[in-house]
């Protein structure tokens, strides 16, 4: 008889790894099945969703009134661009483009008043210092008082000054 022989650090198979694959196959299957259905499942519900929500906006947008009260008499009328010296440092330039929110029952007859504005403008920067302009505080008060002068020239027809752009050189 033969002796099996034993060397040491090697070992004798114990068998194959088909148990193992035969039992990672089911869990396989059932994973890639789980994501194909809620991959489905997702499309149907965001379809349905969508579909949902697109027929109330359409349902709801005949419906809603204008309110006249809600949409205001205010009209946007821009005023040519004001290029103009400061008072000081001297050859500092500045160039304001502007726009006034006007009443409409005033907007025909707007353009002798949008020039008495402009003048009254360029009048008032030809008397501004660019310190007095600089940082957020001197662009609030500039504004506030191109407002109380664009008012007073209005006799209250003119309701606020936008202040579009504003350039120092």
């Known amino acids: 008889m033969a002796a099996s022989l034993k060397l040491p650090g090697v070992r004798k198979r114990r068998g194959s790894s088909r148990p193992a694959l035969l039992a990672a196959a089911p869990v396989v299957i059932l994973t890639a099945l789980a994501a194909g259905a809620g991959t489905f499942w997702g499309m149907r519900v965001v379809g349905t969703v969508e579909s949902t929500v697109m027929k109330r906006m359409e349902a709801a947008t005949p419906g809603i009134a204008v309110n006249a009260q809600m949409t205001g008499t205010l009209v946007l009328k821009k005023l040519s ?89």
Not at 91 to 117: C, F, M, Y
């Open 81 to 169: 661009p004001i290029v103009t010296n400061l008072a000081a440092p001297a050859n500092t330039w500045v160039r304001l483009e502007a726009a006034l929110l006007i009443e409409q029952k005033a907007v025909a007859t707007a353009d002798p008043l949008v020039g008495a504005i402009t003048e009254d403008i360029l009048g008032f920067l030809r008397s501004v210092t660019a310190r007095q302009m600089e940082g957020a505080a001197g662009l609030r008060n500039l504004r506030e008082d191109l407002l109380e002068r664009v008012a007073i020239r209005s006799k209250g027809l003119v309701r606020d000054i936008v202040i579009e752009t504003l350039v120092v050189q």
